[in-house]
Structures are given as structure tokens and as C-alpha cells.
């Protein structure tokens, strides 16, 4: 018999839930919804509500009528934050979406689990060693899920083969990281809001200042013959942009070879053409040793998430010793394929250094003109973030409202910076139009 209190039917905006149609509610209600039913781990900019995309940059949003004669209007969006970097091919990407619906109805992928083959996994491994240059790679789902295996697995190399006493490895991480929300990954971070009364926390990590080579090398002769890894993001996102000196990653390379310690880079961020390279280790002319990749891995589709390394070190895992239910499951495979073929066809790299050149360029002109309120504009490809100066009024959640009023959806990461990181197919006339309601906003304050 069916359960009288779940009733679902429709799609779209007729998908009603119990009596509450989608089509009907209001943005309030979608707040009220959220709050009474929800996890409130998240606050959103109010009054806001995607229904759906119009084209690769550009969202379909809901607002409440100033008229308060219906629920709500809607208006375009430019995305200017593009889920962070879970979209860098473009909202819907049509080669993505085509492979998706061609596997869903003519191909009928079956879910099926890692204890059989299936035929996808073969493409899967193929095209994530090929884009990647890596010798082996280990599917995942969520971005956090990789950079937590990386730490698993250098901890086994570290026991396996770099010979360290059981359960003695140090993980070296670096100050402001952000790896996630596992415990591993608030283990590691410092941010006090991430990490208030989640303890105990994981034994055996180690935080060093970022771009600080003289700390780490300390570290490292302090503790060398314990330290299993260095996890580090190439150019630290979540922090806010920080772009490390040009030869910080070369010599962070070179000392992890002399003290036989494994550089993990993270690039769940600023992997798949963000950062105008394929993935950001290769603008620094370095290759990790183990490398996390998500967000763009599944092309804003899926989730997928991935560790991609050297065959000695993902050669310490073992059957059973690792695994996941729908890492690597058949669409999900088919989806990292497709959003690889997107990132190569499309050359999304260069777009990203062309176009995240053309921004940074506006960001200094706008410190041009506003030097007493912008300090500066950085970034690499199209991760790009603008820093004001420290003051009250110079306040990043203000700057995201007034950018959101002008049609334009980017968001402050700490109080005084604020990340613009859009797709990797935008066009120029899209990044002038960003610019242009950036330096209106700016003008105002
Ligand atoms: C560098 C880095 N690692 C890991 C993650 C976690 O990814 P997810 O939120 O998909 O778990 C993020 C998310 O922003 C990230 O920026």
C-alpha cells in the first residue's frame, strides 16, 4: 500500500510535494522551507532563487514582484562564480549533456558496482591518465573524498615504502587550506568556524605558513624521516585567491624530492582549465605526486572526483582496502569522459587565460580609478579575485548584493575580497559586463 504521507508527482515547476507546487512558491517560502527543513549549514543570498539556465553563463533567477502581485519574477543572472569551479565547461555543456541523455536512453548504462567490470571504467582510466599525464587514477565522487586519499594513501606509502614507524606519519599541510569538509579535511584547516566542536581531530598533521619555503624546509629537516606528504592547493582558493610566488612550487618540489616526501597537490579548485592550464601545477612547471581532482571532473553534471598519481604510490592499494559505491559508476564515468573531451575540444584552457587576462586588466583599471578603495586584483586564468582595503565600508557581502542587483552573481570570500570565477566558455563582452558592474558597485561604496 502506498505511504498516505508522501505524495509526488509532476516535473519542472508542477512538481508538487505533498500539495506544495514549485511553480507556486515564492522566494520567502523557499527560505522558510529551507530553514524549518534544512540543515541551515548554508545562508544564501536572500530573496534569490535559480529556477533554471538560459545558457552557459548565464542563470534564470527567481525574485519577489515589487508589485506583490506574484510569487516571484525572474531575471537573468550572469554566473560569475560558475558553482565554484564545478562548472568550468559551461552550464548544460550540449557535448556533455548529449553523451549523458545518449547513455540514459540509448545506451542504458546500468549501475552497477566495482565488484564487476563494466565497459565504461576502461574510458574512464584512459582519458583521466591521458589529461592528466598521471600513470594510475582511483574514481571518487564528492572533491572532499580525494584529497582524504590522498592523505590515506601517503600514509600507506609512508609505511609501505618510505619505511616509517606504524602510525607515526605527519601529513604536512599548509596554513588557510581548504581541502573540504571531511574530518580529515577540517583536521586540517585552521579556520576556527570550520572546526568548532568537531574534535577530537586526526592525529599527525602538521601546518606550515602558505608560500612560506623557509618554514617548510624547517619542517622538513625537523621531522623529514616521519612526513609521509606535503597536501597543498597550488594557488589556495577558498582563502581567497592567494597565488604563491612564481618559484614557490618549483622549490617546494625540489625539497620534497631531497627529503623523499610526497607533494600531493589539490586541485579540486583550480584543476580542468581554470586557472588557464589544464590543471595549475603545470603553469608552475612541477608534477605532484599524487593529485586531487572533482568539481569540473563531472562538467557541472555529476558528481565525480578523482586521485591521480604515480604508480608506486597507488600501487599500495589493495582489494578491499579502498573503495566507494558510485566512484567511477558508469555515468559517472561516461560524464568525467565527456567533460575531459569538453576541456580539450573546446580549449577551455586558453579561453581562461584569455578572458581571466582581459578581467585582471579591468581590475586594474578599476584600482586605477578607485585606488583608496581597491588594493588589488590577482588571479590566475579565469580564478580571479579582487581584494579592497581593510576598512568597514569596503565590506565583500555588500559588494556581492550590489553586483547580484546588477545582474551579476559573484561572492565575497572574507570580508574584504571577493572571487569572480566564471565559466571557462565565457565570452569577452560577458567579462565587460562583469567588470563594468564591478566597477559600478565599487564606484558606490
Ligand atoms: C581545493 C578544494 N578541495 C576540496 C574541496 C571540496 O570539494 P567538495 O565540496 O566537492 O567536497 C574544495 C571545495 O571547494 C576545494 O576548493
Redesign the pocket.
Same mark, same amino acid.
Given at each position: 500500500m502506498a505511504d498516505a504521507a508522501v505524495k509526488i508527482s509532476g516535473y519542472g515547476d508542477d512538481l508538487t510535494v505533498n500539495g506544495v507546487r514549485l511553480g507556486d512558491l515564492s522566494p520567502a517560502e523557499h527560505e522558510a522551507i529551507e530553514k524549518e527543513k534544512g540543515g541551515r549549514n548554508y545562508s544564501p543570498l536572500e530573496n534569490v532563487v535559480v529556477s533554471h539556465v538560459m545558457d552557459d553563463t548565464t542563470l534564470i533567477c527567481r525574485k519577489p514582484d515589487p508589485s506583490g502581485i506574484k510569487a516571484y519574477i525572474e531575471e537573468e543572472l550572469r554566473d560569475g562564480l560558475c558553482c565554484?569551479s564545478a562548472v568550468n565547461q559551461g552550464q548544460l555543456n550540449q557535448m556533455i549533456v548529449d553523451a549523458v541523455i545518449a547513455h540514459l536512453t540509448t545506451e542504458k548504462i546500468p549501475t552497477v558496482p566495482r565488484s564487476i567490470r563494466h565497459k565504461y571504467m576502461a574510458a574512464f582510466l584512459l582519458a583521466t591518465t591521458a589529461v592528466t599525464k598521471m600513470d594510475r587514477v582511483v574514481p571518487k565522487v564528492? %572533491? @572532499? /573524498? #580525494?584529497?582524504e586519499l590522498m592523505a590515506k594513501l601517503s600514509r600507506r606509502w609512508g609505511y609501505r615504502v618510505k619505511g616509517i614507524p606504524q602510525n607515526e606519519a605527519i601529513l604536512v599541510v599548509a596554513d588557510g587550506n581548504?581541502?573540504?569538509?571531511s574530518l580529515f #579535511?577540517v583536521s586540517a584547516s585552521n579556520d576556527p568556524e570550520s572546526r568548532e566542536d568537531y574534535g577530537p581531530f586526526l592525529p599527525g598533521i602538521e601546518s606550515v605558513p602558505f608560500n612560506d619555503i623557509e618554514a617548510l624546509e624547517v619542517k622538513f629537516r625537523e621531522k623529514g624521516d616521519r612526513i609521509a606528504a606535503f597536501i597543498v /592547493?597550488p594557488i589556495q %582558493? /577558498?582563502a581567497g585567491v592567494i597565488v604563491p610566488d612564481e618559484d614557490y612550487h618549483q622549490k617546494v618540489s625540489e625539497l620534497c624530492k631531497q627529503y623523499n616526501i610526497l607533494l600531493c597537490m589539490?586541485e @579540486?579548485?583550480?584543476g580542468f582549465g581554470r586557472t588557464g592550464a589544464n590543471f595549475a601545477h603545470q603553469l608552475y612547471d612541477v608534477k605532484p605526486d599524487l593529485m #586531487?581532482c572533482?568539481?569540473a571532473a563531472g562538467g557541472g553534471i555529476m558528481?565525480v572526483?578523482f586521485v591521480g598519481g604515480r604508480d608506486e604510490i597507488i600501487g599500495v592499494l589493495t582489494p578491499g582496502s579502498e573503495g566507494s559505491t558510485f566512484g567511477g559508476f558508469p555515468l559517472a564515468a561516461v560524464t568525467a569522459v565527456y567533460a575531459i573531451k569538453a576541456l580539450v575540444d573546446e580549449n577551455l584552457a586558453e579561453n581562461a587565460r584569455n578572458m581571466g587576462a582581459r578581467l585582471l586588466k579591468h581590475y586594474d583599471d578599476i584600482k586605477t580609478d578607485f585606488p583608496d578603495k581597491i588594493k588589488e586584483g590577482r588571479g590566475k586564468g579565469l580564478l580571479t579575485a579582487f581584494e579592497m582595503w581593510d576598512q568597514p565600508h569596503l565590506d565583500g557581502h555588500k559588494v556581492s548584493l550590489g553586483l547580484l542587483k546588477r545582474g551579476v552573481y559573484a561572492k565575497e570570500t572574507h570580508h574584504s575580497t571577493v572571487r569572480v570565477a566564471p565559466a571557462l566558455t565565457i565570452k569577452s563582452n560577458d567579462i565587460d559586463l562583469i567588470a563594468e558592474a564591478v566597477r559600478d558597485v565599487i564606484r558606490e561604496l
Open positions: 565554484y564528492a %572533491g @572532499v /573524498e #580525494a584529497p581548504f581541502h573540504g569538509r #579535511a /592547493e %582558493g /577558498e589539490d @579540486v579548485q583550480t #586531487a572533482g568539481k558528481p572526483s
